[in-house]
């Protein structure tokens, strides 16, 4: 089952996030920050255990990144990361009426994104994230994350 998060998952969101975080494939969010963007993640259960998540980042009414995306290892593969992903950019349709909606990710498996409708892109194009975001990262001097993209809502 797909859902909204609440703020009792913060804690299993964020044991979700650590192995990736741990491999530097996804950045570490403490629980304030999880807990802060709670109304815009969306996480996958299963028998009461949370087995994915993923985070909508608004830069504007009509720019929203795809952010923190992560199925469990134990899952991978069984299409709920693309699931995943599409209940996400609906999410973000409910949440706004701007169309179309200009979604963005930056990751280190852009053939994933694809698998979902997404094309690569450049970071370049993305100068709200770059400023409010990647300046402030620790990885901003050696980041190798691939920008994609996808507009939707506008048909
Ligand atoms: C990336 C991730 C979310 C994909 O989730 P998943 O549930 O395994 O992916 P799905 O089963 O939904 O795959 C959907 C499609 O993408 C393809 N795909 C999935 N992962 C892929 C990868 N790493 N490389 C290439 N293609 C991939 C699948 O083959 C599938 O193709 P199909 O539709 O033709 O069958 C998951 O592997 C994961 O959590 N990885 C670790 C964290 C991470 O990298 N997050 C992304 C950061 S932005």
Known sequence: MIRDASADDVVSIQNLLKPYVE??????????????????????????VLLGTTSLVFFSA?????????IDE??????????????????????????????????????FFEQCGYVQTLKENFPEKIYEVCN???RKDDCHEIAVEKFSGND
Request: charged content about 35%; glycine content about 6%.
């Open 23 to 48: 491999k530097r494939i996804l950045l570490y969010r403490s629980r304030k920050e999880i807990l802060e963007n709670i109304e815009k993640t969306i996480v996958y259960e299963e028998d009461g």
């Open 62 to 70: 009509k720019l929203c990144e795809i952010r923190a995306l992560v």
């Open 74 to 111: 134990t899952q991978q593969g069984k299409g709920l990361g693309k699931k995943l992903v599409l209940a996400a950019e609906e999410k973000a349709l409910r949440l706004t009426k701007e169309r179309p909606i200009h979604f963005f990710a930056l990751t280190y498996t852009p053939k």
């Open 136 to 138: 402030f990262c620790f």
